[in-house]
């Protein structure tokens, strides 16, 4: 059992707790990921399916970021800086599928 | 932006940004790391749209139900670093310690079932990092995540042990103390990750019965003894022995390692869709 300091003792801080918000956040990602993996085995269209892995995986990340990582609270210039290498590296991944995607892109090599 | 519940940092000093330097430097460190994952998984995605002849299918060697279940252990992991954070800020050092040790537990299980995993592609569906374009670029990507998590459990791990620093330490008490410590750490973890993984690999060749039992007691026995004494080694030492010099003033260090620990799971939620989910929705080639 932790013993609570004082609050004008050294080392105490006035943080209130985010228990309950921390668990029910878990709890969602935790339904989101069983709805992910359900999804790919059901019969709908595949830019349905696709379209939901990849957004409801945007919805983890940001949970993740803005809750657990405390950005929601924490001053605009962390998100700031980490949005900068989020962009130029999602950027990055993005350019480099669609190209790759183009016909003309197509290695002599591949597999029919 | 709430300003009433923006977050104070007491202990820090102040700065130009009324934020630790220590915090900016981690997310300049977490930006840059975005962009590194993000070639990694450029890498495989755009390998997977041409596979070259003789690659192999993911969907016939991938275990999707293993790699669910670490997602979601890592997914919790995430929530009792959350909590470990939310205990130190608010003082609770004791509360802390448990919620790492829980968050150490199950980083382990994730890198346990990533060994499974890898020792499964190579040696049952013949999958390596140099025999198709395929291994190469999951095992380099999975790797390095999975080599992200190892740093994290070891960093959780001296976090731990530096949480019981007594306030008179003197200098080589201390040290030789908290290098026991991290042996002893070493040692459970290397014997206990040794002892699941047979067990996990007897129990899948012959089921769990009283004979496989037995077989596994007799060739893994001391293993599974000298994790328990090692674990039971930990838990004196980790047993109240005075005031520490540890409490709210050190969580903006908590918080940093929180930080990583939570990127490290946000990049896995990537990968899990990514590279895993997407091949069973667009099989490789297909995607125009």
């Given at each position: 059992?932790?013993?609570?300091?004082?609050?004008?003792?050294?080392?105490?801080?006035?943080?209130e707790?985010?228990?309950?918000?921390?668990?029910?956040?878990?709890?969602?990602?935790?339904?989101?990921?069983?709805?992910?993996?359900?999804?790919?085995?059901?019969?709908?269209?595949?830019?349905?399916?696709?379209?939901?892995?990849?957004?409801?995986?945007?919805?983890?990340?940001?949970?993740?970021?803005?809750?657990?990582?405390?950005?929601?609270?924490?001053?605009?210039?962390?998100?700031?800086?980490?949005?900068?290498?989020?962009?130029?590296?999602?950027?990055?991944l993005?350019?480099?599928?669609?190209?790759?995607?183009?016909?003309?892109?197509?290695?002599?090599?591949?597999?029919? | 932006?709430?300003?009433?519940?923006?977050?104070?940092?007491?202990?820090a000093?102040?700065?130009?940004?009324?934020?630790?330097?220590?915090?900016?430097?981690?997310?300049?460190?977490?930006?840059?790391?975005?962009?590194?994952?993000?070639?990694?998984?450029?890498?495989?995605?755009?390998?997977?749209?041409?596979?070259?002849?003789?690659?192999?299918?993911?969907?016939?060697?991938?275990?999707?139900?293993?790699?669910s279940?670490?997602?979601?252990?890592?997914?919790?992991?995430s929530?009792?670093?959350?909590?470990?954070?939310?205990?130190?800020?608010?003082?609770?050092?004791?509360?802390?310690?448990?919620?790492?040790?829980?968050?150490?537990?199950?980083?382990?299980?994730?890198?346990?079932?990533?060994?499974?995993?890898?020792?499964?592609?190579?040696?049952?569906?013949?999958?390596?990092?140099?025999?198709?374009?395929?291994?190469?670029?999951?095992?380099?990507?999975?790797?390095?995540?999975?080599?992200?998590?190892?740093?994290?459990?070891?960093?959780?791990?001296?976090?731990?042990?530096r949480?019981?620093?007594?306030?008179?330490?003197?200098?080589?008490?201390?040290?030789?103390?908290?290098?026991?410590?991290?042996?002893?750490?070493?040692?459970?973890?290397?014997?206990?990750?040794?002892?699941?993984?047979?067990?996990?690999?007897?129990?899948?060749?012959?089921?769990?019965?009283?004979?496989?039992?037995?077989?596994?007691?007799?060739?893994?026995?001391?293993?599974?003894?000298g994790?328990?004494?090692?674990?039971?080694?930990?838990?004196?030492?980790?047993?109240?022995?005075?005031?520490?010099?540890?409490?709210?003033?050190?969580?903006?260090d908590?918080?940093?390692?929180?930080?990583?620990?939570?990127?490290?799971?946000?990049?896995?939620?990537?990968?899990?869709?990514?590279?895993?989910?997407?091949?069973?929705?667009?099989?490789?080639?297909?995607?125009?």
């Amino acid at each position: 059992m932790d013993i609570p300091l004082p609050a004008d003792a050294p080392g105490h801080s006035h943080h209130e707790s985010r228990y309950n918000v921390y668990v029910q956040i878990a709890m969602v990602l935790a339904i989101i990921t069983g709805m992910e993996i359900l999804l790919i085995f059901l019969p709908f269209a595949t830019w349905l399916v696709v379209g939901s892995l990849v957004a409801l995986s945007a919805v983890k990340f940001l949970f993740v970021i803005f809750f657990f990582m405390h950005l929601r609270w924490d001053k605009v210039i962390c998100t700031a800086i980490f949005f900068i290498g989020l962009v130029l590296g999602g950027g990055t991944l993005w350019a480099l599928v669609r190209l790759f995607s183009a016909a003309a892109s197509v290695p002599l090599s591949s597999s029919p | 932006m709430n300003l009433a519940a923006t977050i104070d940092h007491p202990a820090a000093p102040s700065t130009a940004t009324g934020i630790p330097n220590k915090k900016i430097l981690f997310w300049a460190f977490l930006a840059s790391d975005c962009m590194f994952f993000g070639t990694l998984i450029s890498t495989h995605l755009v390998y997977r749209l041409h596979p070259p002849p003789g690659n192999p299918v993911p969907t016939q060697v991938f275990n999707i139900e293993l790699t669910s279940f670490s997602t979601f252990i890592l997914l919790m992991s995430s929530l009792m670093m959350a909590l470990a954070v939310n205990a130190i800020q608010r003082g609770q050092v004791r509360t802390m310690r448990s919620s790492i040790l829980v968050t150490i537990a199950f980083g382990l299980i994730f890198l346990g079932c990533q060994v499974f995993e890898f020792n499964d592609f190579v040696f049952e569906k013949h999958v390596t990092i140099t025999n198709s374009i395929f291994g190469s670029t999951f095992f380099t990507l999975t790797g390095t995540h999975g080599t992200h998590v190892a740093v994290g459990v070891f960093w959780l791990t001296l976090m731990y042990i530096r949480s019981f620093k007594p306030v008179d330490a003197t200098g080589g008490a201390w040290v030789g103390r908290a290098v026991v410590h991290l042996l002893l750490f070493a040692l459970t973890v290397v014997l206990g990750m040794y002892s699941a993984i047979a067990f996990a690999h007897a129990a899948l060749a012959h089921g769990v019965n009283a004979t496989m039992l037995a077989a596994f007691a007799n060739s893994h026995g001391v293993a599974v003894a000298g994790t328990f004494l090692a674990a039971a080694g930990l838990r004196w030492l980790g047993m109240a022995h005075g005031a520490v010099d540890f409490d709210a003033r050190n969580a903006d260090d908590v918080e940093s390692m929180g930080l990583y620990w939570h990127f490290v799971d946000i990049v896995w939620i990537v990968i899990f869709t990514a590279v895993y989910l997407l091949e069973y929705v667009i099989p490789a080639g297909q995607v125009r």
